[in-house]
T-cell receptor, first 116, second 115 residues
Framework: DAGVIQSPRHEVTEMGQEVTLRCKPI?????LFWYRQTMMRGLELLIY????????DSGMPEDRFSAKMPNASFSTLKIQPSEPRDSAVYFC??????????????FGPGTRLTVL | AQSVTQLDSQVPVFEEAPVELRCNYS??????LFWYVQYPNQGLQLLLK??????LVKGINGFEAEFNKSQTSFHLRKPSVHISDTAEYFC?????????????FGKGTLLTVNP
């Protein structure tokens, strides 16, 4: 299996622009997690899905952030409008039905976002 | 709510020396415990986990961790480190038996192994 795939790997944009991050989970994994990693706050869970349905979005920082999972093999995290404080590495992770209850998550390589 | 404290943000050691990375957690309910490792420019990967049973758990690459319920700790150890162990290590917890499968991570410990 190719593992969790994220695109783009790097994104540089200007304040006020819309940013869309993409994730393809491992086939057969029906849990998908979005995380943000910064030096100041560490690794934070933003939202997670089960069977394409958002289960916990309590970590989404504000209305500028939105996430969707239109099908089992694709998810997006959108920031509109972007701000410099959104600069971070964004990770997507997926879990199987058997692994999710036991914390077994498989992470993608991340997208490094820089907002100027 | 759960919280995880990793007491050292950075740990430098020499190759072949032993190392211990410390982790303490706080939770009003029972939790599972994990260590994840992040090599430079990569995503996290699971190193080991404690679910139940023996409090000493072994993971990949020669790492082990010991769960201490009374001290609410889950320290990670390796008797002899290699240059290739240089990475950031994250301790994490999740609630046992809950319907929410989120992980709560500590802020990480950067292990640097020097020759």
């Amino acid at each position: 299996d190719a593992g969790v795939i994220q695109s783009p790997r790097h994104e540089v944009t200007e304040m006020g622009q819309e940013v869309t991050l993409r994730c393809k989970p491992i086939s057969g994994h029906d849990y998908l997690f979005w995380y943000r990693q910064t030096m100041m706050r560490g690794l934070e869970l933003l939202i997670y899905f089960n069977n394409n349905v958002p289960i916990d979005d309590s970590g989404m920082p504000e209305d500028r952030f939105s996430a969707k999972m239109p099908n089992a093999s694709f998810s997006t995290l959108k920031i509109q409008p972007s701000e410099p404080r959104d600069s971070a590495v964004y990770f997507c992770a997926s879990s199987s039905p058997q692994g999710a209850p036991y914390g077994e998550q498989f992470f993608g390589p991340g997208t490094r976002l820089t907002v100027l | 709510a759960q919280s995880v404290t990793q007491l050292d943000s950075q740990v430098p050691v020499f190759e072949e020396a032993p190392v211990e990375l410390r982790c303490n957690y706080s939770s009003s309910v029972s939790v599972y415990l994990f260590w994840y490792v992040q090599y430079p420019n990569q995503g996290l990967q699971l190193l080991l986990k404690y679910l139940s049973g023996s409090t000493l758990v072994k993971g990949i690459n020669g790492f082990e961790a010991e769960f201490n319920k009374s001290q609410t700790s889950f320290h990670l150890r390796k008797p002899s480190v290699h240059i290739s162990d240089t990475a950031e290590y994250f301790c994490a917890v999740s609630v046992i038996g809950g319907s929410n499968y989120k992980l709560t991570f500590g802020k990480g410990t950067l292990l640097t192994v020097n020759p």
